[in-house]
């Protein structure tokens, strides 16, 4: 998609030449003498950027009459002030008044054009930011559950957003890592700037160092995030030429970017990596830099005991996040739920319960049918031994033990070794299970 930029200049020279430079970088461009004409096409046309001369026709402070109206009438549109020698202290007043930088006359092209890329593109990154906050990006999400690590998580990421210090995030995949990483830059002093993500397992692996630091006239994804926070999704599959550069910038506040020289950046680095590669190939100094905080978070099948929780979160929600009326799921569900192993985290269980509200769309009840096939396969394997066509051909004593040992393993798996919850649910006080536990040699890990 083109971006569309508006000129508004009295000299019919400098439209022109502005125009045709933008023109030729692929921008589409509507020239204008006065404040008229630019009011006209604001009306009419959404703008990504506005150059706006100082001195409009006899009136040397005219240009800064027009950005007040434009600030209060189209304040998303980054404004570039085109300036003569003479008024550079107003310019420098002008971007004080919310003007996004300056421009001297004579212009020098590439700083036109580098002005031009960076404003549109920042604009870019801001409105994404405005679109997470108000869609709230899973937001919520944070926290939920019951295990000790779901209550600890807000008090950690509150107090990592307090401080300007990175953060290295040892996940799995399907965790929402970056809701993880918004919230804490959505509570931090960069809250203002851009949040900028960047995956480093991109397939296009020739192209990242080019795209993360920047190549000629073209800003990096590092420079964009500047002010704000860069988000490094699997960082550990960064080349080793990447991670040198990387530590670099993190050692030195700068980057060298050939045709521009030395660029210095101030962006707050915030790293994921995935707990199931090895780190032993990465650059040690740069991950000692890079692991000022570290957060760890576990895979659901190790926190069962938030499973049901998260469940419970996408369908309060369902309206919001799938436009789907909310219905629950019969028991039998709830424990089919609760015993899968969930490889693909929380965002399979925002999958899987809005494919389970689509199966159940003419139903009261979310039922077993409802559910996907590999979460009822996965079950039906797990329970296989409570098959009464296996207990059939033994005495009632063998029977009805072999059945008491695959229910309860099954039981402490559910509820992640935590006696008294298993305890509650089977219906036995916590000393009688545990005795019963012990007559049929069941190992567990008792309640933390």
């Known amino acids: 998609m083109k971006n569309n930029i508006l000129i508004i ?93 300056f421009i001297e006359k004579p212009f020098v092209i590439d700083r036109l054009l580098l002005t031009a890329n960076q404003a549109i593109e920042i604009n870019r990154l801001r409105k994404e930011n405005l679109k997470l906050k108000n869609n709230r990006m899973d937001l919520d999400v944070i926290g939920v559950g019951k295990s000790q690590f779901a209550i600890n998580l807000k008090t950690t990421l509150d107090k990592a957003s307090q401080t300007n210090s990175r953060v290295f995030i040892e996940t799995y995949p399907g965790m929402g890592t970056e809701n993880v990483v918004f919230y804490i830059h959505r509570r931090s002093s960069r809250k203002d700037y851009p949040f900028v993500h960047f995956n480093c397992s991109s397939d296009a692996k020739d192209k990242i160092e080019a795209e993360l630091f920047g190549k000629d006239k073209t800003s990096g994804y590092l420079e964009k995030a500047n002010f704000g926070t860069l988000f490094l999704e699997n960082v550990t599959e960064l080349s080793q030429d990447c991670q040198r550069y990387l530590l670099q910038y993190i050692q030195e506040g700068r980057i060298y970017i050939e045709n521009r020289g030395n660029v210095y950046v101030d962006a707050r680095i915030i790293c994921s990596h995935n707990a199931n590669f090895d780190l032993s190939d990465f650059n040690q100094d740069l991950f000692y830099r890079l692991n000022i905080i570290n957060i760890k978070v576990p895979e659901l099948k190790n926190r069962r005991e938030d499973i049901l929780p998260l469940v419970d979160y996408y369908l309060k929600n369902s309206d919001s996040f799938f436009g789907l ?14 015993t899968y192993e969930w490889p693909g985290n929380v965002y399979q269980i925002k999958s899987i319960v809005e494919n389970s509200l689509i199966n159940a769309l003419e139903d009261v009840y979310i039922t077993k049918k409802d559910l996907p096939a590999e979460l009822t396969t996965s079950t039906r394997d797990k329970f296989e031994s409570l098959d009464i066509s296996k207990l059939i051909a033994l005495p009632l004593r063998d029977a009805r033990e072999a059945f008491e040992i695959d229910y309860l393993n099954a039981q402490i798996e559910r509820f992640s070794g935590n006696i008294s919850k298993t305890a509650e649910f089977v219906g036995m006080e916590r000393s009688a299970l545990h005795r019963k536990l012990k007559s049929l040699k069941l190992k567990h890990s008792d309640e933390k």
Not at 21 to 33: A, F, H, I, R
Not at 85 to 97: E, K, L, P, R, Y
Not at 325 to 338: N, Y
Request: proline share 3%; aromatic share 8%.
């Open 325 to 338: 009326k909310s219905k629950p799921f019969t028991d039998e569900c709830r424990a089919i739920l609760q």
């Open 9 to 101: 200049d009295d000299d019919a020279e400098v439209r022109s030449l502005i125009s045709d430079v933008l023109s030729d970088e692929g921008y589409t461009t509507y020239p204008v003498s006065n404040e008229t004409e630019a009011f006209s096409n604001l009306k009419k046309q959404e703008f990504d950027l506005i150059f706006l001369d100082l001195w409009i026709g006899e009136d040397e402070s005219a240009g800064l009459k027009i950005l007040d109206k434009i600030k209060m009438q189209y304040a998303e549109i980054p404004v570039v002030i085109i300036s003569g020698h003479g008024t550079i202290d107003v310019a420098v007043s002008a971007i004080q008044n919310g003007a996004f930088d």
